[in-house]
């Protein structure tokens, strides 16, 4: 190959990766070579494994196919800022759905991304301002990158952290994982200083700094392969044995379809009940009148009573809680503070 030959193949390989099929000739005529070339560069592509389809005749040209692996690649600037800005809104706000795997590909994106290309992203991600849902809580897209970053690559890494009383402490571990709940974001790490696991808040993480010291990672306690779901077991049993479990009971006057489309998952599935089922246990309707459907939710949750009865609410149909005693009682203040409000004088 001349020195030209590696520049010119990304360039093809990048024309090639935008969805349509390329005529030789335009092809040949974009890179300024000959159409023989264009034939030589495509076995050359084929040969480092990706997949090129060629079509025959004298409107044939070619296309990059899926293959059974997924090669390197090639962005433009303005494609590289849209998926970092994209990647960042969602890490950085916790939507449900965004899995660890998005924080890993945000952090490899952002390490290679020139200079001018990250400033972009960082003013198009200033000059906008998020709408968020509930009390889920913004994290700086900076702080996720840096603790995948750290957790993928085994450096140990310092942080400082603030409890939930306000406590501002230093800490140094060995990050393990990542685990989002759909309204926050976790660190299972390793404290050195307490010598033992912990699972933190990165909302209350603050000025986090890989230090480059390597670290032969540790099994989790109670978990013998290792990996993202070990650490989903970890942090689930770390966050029951802080909260107490509530065992919910609840009667929707509305289809289980219609329910569980606006439950978060953590709370469970609620079962159908069928026009029999509209009344509760106790002979109490909880929609006022027969509408034909209702569905029962069951399930056990760590999540606070204020959270919990949030969300109940905003599955916007009528509900009647038969358990736990303490989330009716919450509820029952809750209903008549609302009222309250609503006849304040105007």
């Known amino acids: 190959?001349?020195?030209t030959t590696p520049a010119r193949l990304l360039k093809l390989l990048s024309l090639l990766q935008t969805p349509r099929e390329w005529p030789g000739g335009e092809l040949a005529e974009r890179l300024d070579v000959t159409p023989r070339t264009i034939r030589r560069d495509i076995d050359r592509l084929r040969e480092l494994g990706y997949p090129v389809e060629a079509s025959r005749g004298s409107a044939?040209?070619?296309?990059?196919?899926?293959?059974?692996?997924l090669p390197p690649?090639?962005?433009?600037?303005?494609?590289?800022?849209?998926?970092a800005v994209g990647l960042r809104a969602g890490a950085g706000h916790a939507i449900?759905?965004?899995?660890?795997?998005?924080?890993?590909?945000?952090?490899?994106?952002?390490q290679v991304l020139p200079a001018r290309l990250r400033h972009r992203v960082s003013s198009l991600q200033n000059a906008t301002v998020p709408l968020t849902r509930g009390d889920g809580s913004t994290i700086d897209p900076r702080t996720l990158t840096t603790l995948a970053a750290a957790a993928t690559g085994q450096e140990l890494l310092r942080f400082a952290y603030r409890s939930g009383e306000g406590t501002e402490t230093k800490r140094q571990v060995e990050p393990y994982r990542l685990v989002?709940?759909?309204r926050r974001w976790y660190l299972v790490a390793y404290d050195l200083l307490r010598e033992d696991w912990r699972t933190f808040r990165v909302d209350r993480v603050s000025e986090p700094f890989a230090t480059g010291a390597r670290f032969t990672p540790r099994p989790l306690p109670g978990e013998d392969g290792g990996g993202a779901e070990d650490a989903a077991r970890y942090f689930a049993r770390s966050m029951a044995g802080r909260q107490p479990e509530l065992r919910l009971d609840v009667w929707f006057?509305?289809?289980?379809?219609f329910v569980a489309a606006r439950l978060p998952p953590t709370l469970g599935v609620p079962e159908a009940a069928g026009p029999e089922g509209v009344y509760g246990?106790?002979?109490?309707?909880?929609?006022?009148?027969?509408?034909?459907?209702?569905?029962?939710?069951?399930?056990?949750?760590?999540?606070?009573l204020e959270w919990v009865a949030l969300r109940l609410a905003l599955v916007d149909c009528e509900f009647?809680?038969?358990?736990?005693?303490?989330l009716v009682e919450h509820l029952g203040r809750l209903g008549a503070r609302l009222t309250r409000a609503a006849k304040a004088p105007r």
């Not at 296309?63 to 692996?69: I, Q, T």
């Not at 449900?96 to 952002?110: N, P, T």
């Not at 006057?253 to 379809?257: M, T």
């Open 1 to 3: 190959m001349t020195d």
């Open 60 to 69: 044939g040209g070619y296309r990059l196919v899926a293959g059974a692996a």
């Open 73 to 83: 690649l090639v962005l433009d600037d303005e494609e590289a800022v849209a998926i």
């Open 96 to 110: 449900e759905g965004v899995e660890e795997a998005s924080v890993r590909a945000l952090a490899k994106l952002e």
């Open 180 to 182: 989002s709940t759909g």
């Open 253 to 257: 006057a509305a289809p289980a379809e």
């Open 281 to 304: 246990p106790e002979g109490e309707n909880p929609g006022g009148e027969n509408t034909g459907s209702a569905c029962r939710l069951r399930s056990s949750c760590t999540d606070s």
């Open 320 to 326: 009647t809680v038969q358990g736990p005693p303490e």
